[in-house]
């Protein structure tokens, strides 16, 4: 992807999470987006059916309640290099196919450059299960959010063994 797809990563935020628009730009033009990692998922008409948004906005950007919680933990976390999700839509007809899964395949190995990959997801959604059986493990969460590490290097392992055991019904 590149900047000239934000109007269109802006609209499809817009229409999956039900966010003001005005917001999501922000989001969008402020949050760091890195559009190379970024992916977008075409059909064979040339309609989009998937968007993959990377950001290299810093933990503390989405979640400020981190640092007077958790700092030890924010300081390990961002003594690491990482990477962040943050958004990952794909149209209703393509749910439950390869789609996300090749979508995701297709930055794989540029994605080994980091730590770990950073992936916040409001409690409402459906995808803690999705993204925890790709690996990803809890570290904290607020009121709005869990947010899940998915370790890539030994030092993300390493860290992610350290961490307690979220409770059962936190999905």
């Known amino acids: 992807m590149t900047p000239a797809d934000a109007p269109e990563t802006i609209q499809w935020i817009t229409n999956q999470y039900g966010f003001d628009p005005e917001e999501v730009r922000q989001w969008v033009h402020h949050l760091h987006f890195n559009w190379p990692l970024s992916v977008k998922a075409i059909n064979p008409d040339g309609h989009t059916i998937g968007l993959l948004n990377m950001s290299n906005y810093r933990i503390e950007e989405e979640t400020e309640s981190i640092v007077a919680r958790q700092p030890d933990l924010l300081a390990r976390l961002n003594a690491m290099k990482y990477t962040a999700v943050f958004s990952f839509i794909v149209a209703e007809p393509y749910r439950h196919t390869r789609l996300n899964y090749d979508m ?46 998915l370790p890539l290097s030994p030092q993300a392992k390493d860290l992610t063994s350290q961490l307690p055991i979220p409770p059962a019904s936190a999905q």
């Open 104 to 149: 995701i395949m297709s930055i794989w190995p540029d994605l080994q450059q980091f730590d770990f990959v950073f992936i916040p997801v409001m409690h409402r959604l459906k995808t803690h299960l999705y993204w925890q059986r790709w690996g990803a493990r809890e570290f904290f969460r607020d009121n709005f959010s869990i947010y899940y590490m």
